[in-house]
């Protein structure tokens, strides 16, 4: 309805009261029990707050083993969370993710000091990302008069901007957002000293950001429907699952690059050679019936695994001394001598040693 506020009382409560719309052929309306898609929305939306919690939750342990390396987008995606967790406000959420992505690959990918390419191009999406949501946000916020034709259409006013128009352009404006950070990673990648399965392992951790473009593509299509739908209600249900989905590949795509440092980090703790230990104790029980009389040298596990995919910034390693144990000791001590004579004629008796003593 256009202008609802015009309408009588008694027709606005039949239109309340009553079907908002025409039903579509062949649909028979069921107003006593509805069909409605709770069984895939709400595994969706729990299996969405469980991805991001996970992650989010790895990406914080692995930035609190060095505090002194967190920068700002470390800050704005602990804010992106918090905000994921509290309620569903879109249009901030992207912003403080896609802004965040793009200060974590300026961190890895950006040597301190250097203003590259990569550099202003990262910034520049960043300054666009900034304008074009708050821009969205303040728009969305002041587009009706009074405030409240927002959302009761049956108050006297006027609106400016038509939703459905806004979230068309913000799907195609996230959708190129999107495209940019997963561009911008692989051009350095594929130029790094590394063997090219290495590069293919960094280029898939990098990679995560398809499921974001993809996702965003999807919410597109969506959107499209959404605008040249007059049911609003039914087709935004579609149109919030993809847009959830795609919040959710943003989350993914800042906090996966973490994971392997995560893992490297967990692989040296008590905790993770426990379990190692419980799984082979069955398998080396037998071996208690057979005692052997052998002297083991015993290894040291005070190292760190450095491989190019775990993104692991190069640091001090401090060695350890070898634990003695019991046995027998040699020590062998070698010594070298040499000389030298620049002497011929006692060269020429040792070559010829029957000649001494003559006249």
Known sequence: MDDSSSLTPARQELDLDGPGMTPPSGVIPNFEDPVTGNNVALPIVTCCI???????????????????KIHIGDVLSLFAFLTFLGTNLYLVIMMLVKVAILFEWIAIFVP???????????????????????????????????????????????????IKRLSFSSAIINLILDLIPLILPQHVIWRLRM?????????????????????????????????????????????????????????????????PKAIATLKGTK?????RTSARGTRGSTAAFWPGS?????????YQDLDERSLVPLTPVAGTSMNKT????????????????????????????????SP
């Open 112 to 162: 301190t000091g250097t203003r590259n390419f990569f550099f202003w191009a990262s910034y520049a999406v960043i300054g666009i990302n900034l304008i074009y949501h708050t821009l969205a946000v303040i728009l969305v916020n002041i587009n009706c008069t009074p405030h409240a034709l927002n959302w009761n259409p049956f108050v006297p006013g006027v609106c400016r901007i038509d």
């Open 195 to 259: 063997s090219n399965s290495k590069k293919v392992g960094v280029s898939i951790i990098f990679l995560v950001g398809l499921l974001a473009c993809l996702s965003a593509l999807i919410r597109l299509v969506s959107t499209i429907q959404f605008k040249a739908s007059e049911d609003t209600t039914y087709s935004f249900s579609a149109l919030a699952l993809y847009s959830l989905i795609e919040v959710t590949c943003g989350f993914l795509v800042v906090s996966v690059p973490s994971v």
């Open 326 to 357: 019991g046995g027998i000791t040699r020590t062998t001590h070698f010594a070298a001598t040499s000389e030298e004579c620049y002497d011929p004629d006692v060269n020429y008796s040792r070559q010829h040693p029957w000649t001494r003593g």
């Open 271 to 275: 905790a993770l050679s426990w379990l």
């Open 294 to 302: 052998s002297i083991k040298t015993p290894k040291s596990t005070d």
């Open 50 to 68: 469980v991805l991001v919690s996970i992650f989010s939750l790895v990406r914080f342990y692995t930035k609190s083993l060095n505090l002194k």
